[in-house]
C-alpha cells in the first residue's frame, strides 16, 4: 500500500506522477525524433537513438501526434511496440525482451544479432479478390516453418545461434520444448565452430538461463536412451549461466557467454 504523507496543514499531499520523467525536449532532439518516426522506427530503437527512456519516447508520440506533428501508423501509434503486454502470449514477451537487447547490442556495436523470419511462399495473384489484383502492396500466401534456429549473428568475430524457450514448469524444463530439428541445427552451427545455445526462461522464477549445446546434447541423448525427459530447475541454478540486466541490456546474455 502507497503512503502519502501530510502537510503543514494536516492534510494528505496529492501525489504527483511520472516526477522522474524528463519532459523537456530540444528543438533538434523533436526534428530528429520526427525524422526517425518517418523513417519506421519503433520505440524501443527511437528510446536508444534518442538517448532517453521507452516512457519519455511515448509520452513525446502522444505529445506529437495530438500536435499533428507525426501520422499514425498502420496499426496505430504504438506499431512495433514491444512494451504492449500480451498475456496471451508470454513466449512473445520472452521473444521482445531478447529483440530489444539485440538492438541494444547494435547500437552499442557489440554485436548484430536477428531473428529468424518464417519463410513465405507467394501465391500468383490471380487468388487475390478482383479488387485488389495488379495493386503491388498486396500478395497472398503462405509461411512454412522459420527455416533456422529463433536468432543468428556475430559478435566479435564469433558467430552465434541460439534457440528461445520458455516453459511456466517450476521445477524443470521439459525437453519436449525443443524438437530434434532444432537441436540438429545447433549441433551443425556448433560442429562449424559457432557458438550455439539455448536461453530458457522460467516464467515463474522470472529467470534466464543460458544452456549450451553440448549439456542440451547430453541431456537430450539421454532422454533418448529413456532417461528423464526434462532438466531440474536446480540443476539450471548450479551449472547456468543466470542471465542478469547489466549494462542497460535486458537480457545481457553476451556478459553471460563471456565474449563481450
Same mark, same amino acid.
Given at each position: 500500500?502507497?503512503?502519502?504523507? %501530510?502537510?503543514?496543514?494536516?492534510?494528505?499531499?496529492?501525489?504527483?506522477?511520472?516526477?522522474?520523467?524528463? %519532459?523537456? #525536449?530540444?528543438?533538434?532532439?523533436? +526534428?530528429?525524433?520526427?525524422?526517425?518516426?518517418?523513417?519506421?522506427?519503433?520505440?524501443?530503437? *527511437?528510446?536508444?537513438?534518442?538517448?532517453?527512456?521507452?516512457? /519519455?519516447?511515448? !509520452? &513525446?508520440?502522444?505529445?506529437?501526434?495530438?500536435?499533428?506533428?507525426?501520422?499514425?501508423?498502420?496499426?496505430?501509434?504504438?506499431?512495433?511496440?514491444? *512494451?504492449?503486454?500480451?498475456?496471451?502470449?508470454?513466449?512473445?514477451?520472452?521473444?521482445?525482451?531478447?529483440?530489444?537487447?539485440?538492438?541494444?547490442?547494435?547500437?552499442?556495436?557489440?554485436?548484430?544479432?536477428?531473428? $529468424?523470419?518464417?519463410?513465405?511462399?507467394? &501465391?500468383?495473384?490471380?487468388?487475390?479478390?478482383?479488387?485488389?489484383?495488379?495493386?503491388?502492396?498486396?500478395? !497472398?500466401?503462405?509461411?512454412?516453418? +522459420?527455416?533456422?534456429?529463433?536468432? %543468428?549473428?556475430? =559478435?566479435?568475430?564469433?558467430?552465434?545461434?541460439? /534457440?528461445?524457450?520458455?516453459? $511456466?514448469?517450476? $521445477?524443470?524444463?521439459?525437453? +519436449?520444448?525443443?524438437?530434434?530439428?532444432?537441436?540438429?541445427?545447433?549441433?551443425?552451427?556448433?560442429?562449424?565452430?559457432?557458438?550455439?545455445?539455448?536461453?530458457?526462461?522460467?516464467?515463474?522464477?522470472?529467470?534466464?538461463?543460458?544452456?549450451?549445446?553440448?549439456?542440451?546434447?547430453? #541431456?537430450?541423448?539421454?532422454? *533418448?536412451?529413456?532417461?528423464?525427459?526434462?532438466?531440474?530447475?536446480? #540443476?539450471?541454478?548450479?551449472? =547456468?549461466?543466470?542471465?542478469?540486466?547489466?549494462?542497460?541490456?535486458?537480457?545481457?546474455? &553476451?556478459?553471460?557467454?563471456? !565474449?563481450?
Amino acid at each position: 500500500m502507497t503512503l502519502f504523507p %501530510f502537510n503543514d496543514e494536516g492534510g494528505i499531499m496529492k501525489y504527483t506522477a511520472l516526477e522522474e520523467i524528463d %519532459f523537456l #525536449w530540444e528543438p533538434d532532439e523533436i +526534428k530528429r525524433f520526427e525524422q526517425l518516426w518517418n523513417d519506421g522506427v519503433d520505440i524501443i530503437e *527511437l528510446s536508444i537513438m534518442l538517448n532517453r527512456s521507452e516512457v /519519455e519516447v511515448a !509520452i &513525446l508520440i502522444m505529445d506529437r501526434h495530438m500536435q499533428g506533428g507525426i501520422t499514425e501508423r498502420e496499426f496505430g501509434v504504438f506499431e512495433g511496440n514491444a *512494451l504492449a503486454v500480451n498475456y496471451a502470449n508470454r513466449g512473445k514477451l520472452f521473444e521482445n525482451d531478447i529483440i530489444r537487447s539485440n538492438t541494444a547490442y547494435k547500437h552499442k556495436k557489440w554485436a548484430f544479432v536477428e531473428k $529468424t523470419e518464417p519463410i513465405f511462399h507467394q &501465391l500468383p495473384s490471380h487468388y487475390l479478390p478482383k479488387r485488389l489484383q495488379g495493386q503491388k502492396q498486396y500478395k !497472398i500466401g503462405y509461411y512454412e516453418g +522459420k527455416g533456422f534456429v529463433d536468432f %543468428f549473428g556475430v =559478435c566479435q568475430g564469433r558467430a552465434l545461434a541460439f /534457440e528461445a524457450k520458455s516453459t $511456466t514448469i517450476k $521445477t524443470s524444463f521439459p525437453l +519436449k520444448n525443443i524438437n530434434a530439428q532444432q537441436v540438429a541445427d545447433l549441433e551443425f552451427w556448433h560442429q562449424l565452430g559457432g557458438i550455439s545455445f539455448v536461453l530458457i526462461q522460467f516464467e515463474q522464477q522470472r529467470e534466464v538461463y543460458i544452456l549450451h549445446y553440448p549439456d542440451l546434447k547430453k #541431456w537430450w541423448d539421454g532422454a *533418448l536412451n529413456g532417461e528423464r525427459k526434462s532438466i531440474p530447475y536446480d #540443476w539450471f541454478v548450479m551449472n =547456468c549461466e543466470k542471465v542478469k540486466s547489466t549494462r542497460g541490456v535486458i537480457l545481457d546474455y &553476451l556478459s553471460g557467454l563471456g !565474449i563481450q
